[in-house]
């Protein structure tokens, strides 16, 4: 069995203000314990990977600089993607037909919604990303990418509310909250406790009947994005296929999802 992993740094058990997901060289001082529990949440879905029969696991650095695994703690069956090319797959860069499923580790809730103190997606620029008026997380666009080259999404695991906005999209999806958010706050479970329940999530998650189980995915797409700042929204309404739809917002329209994905490249 071959298995891509996506992995964020936002939605770890232990992250709560952004200063401790910092990738620049210059502030890993205060980042390192954090991206250290990144690592050990991934190895964490690697070892239940293992244990329901992966033999091949990819995984995708997705967090800021994309250099956040350390590459010793992974086991032999895996394989890390570090940085980025531009790939408009982007967090799910490297997926394609050959996998089994995909599993997401630390992912966060999206842009304009309360369940993390650093809610976003892609970017902390915008107040809300919608797709087809909905609030669309990372994780979302990044598993319909997935299904696009027919690998289903199996495992999620991030903030509580991210779990709750998405459990609708994915069939065989199983999930792991391992903190919640409000305002500010977080309340987050044991990091040991974190790992023992991806392990067992991922295990459960691989030995289950999900080959062809894959969502539906829209024919039509409606992409919205709200700036925070009106010259962004100016700015980036001259991207083909965009118009400003208010002073702060731009909008496009396409049937095709690697268009959507291409715009996120750039608007964002």
């Known amino acids: 069995?071959?298995?891509?992993?996506?992995?964020?740094?936002?939605?770890?058990t232990t992250t709560t203000r952004w200063e401790q997901t910092y990738t620049s060289p210059e502030k890993l001082?205060?980042?390192?314990?954090f991206q250290a529990q990144m690592t050990r949440e991934v190895v964490a879905a690697c070892n239940g990977a293992i244990r329901a029969g992966a033999t091949e696991i990819f995984i995708k650095d997705?967090?800021?600089?994309?250099?956040n695994i350390d590459p010793h703690a992974l086991p032999e069956c895996a394989k890390l993607c570090r940085n980025w090319s531009g790939h408009p797959y982007g967090m799910v860069e490297g997926?394609?037909?050959?996998?089994?499923?995909?599993?997401?580790?630390?992912?966060?809730?999206?842009?304009?919604?309360?369940?993390?103190?650093?809610?976003?997606?892609?970017?902390?620029?915008?107040t809300a990303v919608k797709l087809n008026g909905k609030k669309f997380s990372e994780f979302e666009f990044y598993s319909l990418a997935?299904?696009?080259?027919?690998?289903?999404?199996?495992?999620?695991?991030?903030?509580?509310?991210?779990?709750?906005?998405?459990?609708?999209?994915?069939?065989?999806?199983?999930?792991?909250?391992?903190?919640?958010?409000?305002?500010?706050?977080?309340?987050?479970?044991?990091?040991?406790?974190?790992?023992?329940?991806?392990?067992?999530?991922?295990?459960?998650?691989?030995?289950?009947?999900?080959?062809?189980?894959?969502?539906?995915?829209p024919k039509h797409?409606?992409?919205?994005?709200?700036?925070?700042?009106?010259?962004?929204?100016?700015?980036?309404?001259?991207?083909?296929?965009f118009k400003?739809?208010?002073d702060n917002s731009i909008v496009m329209e396409t049937d095709d999802l690697v268009e959507v994905l291409r715009a996120l490249r750039f608007v964002l």
């Open 1 to 12: 069995m071959k298995v891509f992993i996506s992995c964020d740094i936002e939605g770890v």
């Open 29 to 33: 001082s205060w980042s390192a314990p």
């Open 62 to 67: 997705a967090h800021g600089a994309a250099i």
């Open 95 to 126: 997926v394609d037909n050959t996998f089994d499923a995909a599993m997401f580790v630390g992912y966060h809730s999206a842009a304009g919604r309360e369940g993390s103190p650093m809610s976003h997606t892609r970017t902390t620029s915008t």
């Open 146 to 217: 997935c299904a696009l080259e027919g690998v289903p999404s199996v495992l999620l695991t991030g903030d509580q509310m991210l779990i709750d906005d998405t459990a609708y999209l994915h069939p065989c999806l199983k999930s792991v909250a391992v903190k919640e958010g409000w305002g500010g706050r977080t309340i987050s479970i044991a990091p040991s406790l974190a790992e023992k329940r991806i392990e067992e999530a991922a295990f459960e998650a691989l030995s289950q009947d999900f080959k062809g189980k894959l969502p539906e995915i």
């Open 221 to 241: 797409f409606v992409l919205e994005i709200t700036y925070k700042d009106h010259v962004m929204a100016t700015k980036m309404s001259y991207f083909p296929g």
């Open 244 to 246: 400003k739809c208010d």
